[in-house]
């Protein structure tokens, strides 16, 4: 990310214009999930946790054999196991943006700005372990080598590839989300828990295609290539821990022969892809999907 070092009156005008808009629309519309969201009422099993076309098994074989109760189970854990990530993206992207922030003038408004996206994502990350939790599932976690890329990237990475990689982290969540808190088959607490997030969560990828914008600005062609790389690598790691395979047998399936299903399942692929066709536009005009990041893209099924 930027040094420290750099004193404010040397930063572009625009990161502060951009960075004041966000804080005054986080001033007009902010949620507190504490209250907005309905903790209390007891878990209806007749609603699904996510939109099933969003199930990594919709569409296949195996879902046509599923009775209703089982599907709408698989949504549930599936959308809490996509929250269980959400978590362990917040705090690797909670801890870069205050490295970023660090001995920055506390004044300037990019600075503020900073520190109440971080506020916001503190609310979020205790929304989706509470709303988890409501939906009858455990705490999933990434795989380990997962868990250790993320805290080697945290503690490396910088500039572009900090700002892009969390906006890969919140544009395939925006989009999915969009879905469920329209839907009225999902349950209705995690529709609202969804409209809090995508609402907060517009305002964080502003700021980070800003910030993405900001840092290339200055970036020489080895620099490029090899934050595009790291970036990439960064996306196929969030993605691909999305649902943590353990979703299957505690939703009562054959774990196994789901999860070889869900590997081949087009329609799955086809719905990652079309949800990241507007960050892949960006990417691509940014220079960053270079050759070498198409591969991972790809292997993630987003482009």
Known sequence: ????????????????????????????????????????????????????????????????????????????????????????????????????????????????????????????????????????????????????????????????????????AEEVLDVMQRDWMRDERVVPFVRTINNIHVVEESRHMKFARAETRRHLAGAGRIRRQIHAFAIAVASYVIVTSMVNKDVYANAGLDRERAIGEAKANEHHKSMMRSSCSGLMEFLASARLLTRPALVFYKRAHLI
Request: net charge negative.
């Open 1 to 168: 990310m930027a040094s420290s070092t750099v004193r404010p009156e040397a930063q572009e005008p625009h990161e502060h214009e951009v960075a004041r808009r966000l804080l005054d629309s986080a001033a007009k519309l902010a949620y507190d999930p504490a209250t907005e969201v309905d903790w209390e009422t007891p878990l209806d099993k007749d609603f699904h946790g996510a939109s099933p076309e969003w199930c990594t098994l919709y569409g296949t074989a195996y879902w046509a054999e599923l009775t209703d109760a089982q599907r709408k189970e698989l949504t549930r854990q599936e959308a809490a196991s996509v929250a269980s990530t959400g978590i362990w993206f917040e705090m690797i992207l909670q801890q870069m943006v205050l490295r970023d922030i660090y001995a920055k003038d506390p004044t300037g408004a990019d600075v503020q700005w900073a520190l109440t996206e971080i506020a916001e994502e503190c609310r979020h990350s205790i929304m989706f372990a509470r709303g988890a939790q409501k939906l009858g599932a455990p705490a999933y976690r990434p795989r380990r080598l997962a868990v250790e890329l993320g805290r080697a990237f945290k503690t490396v990475a910088f500039g572009e590839a900090a700002y892009a990689a969390i906006l890969v």
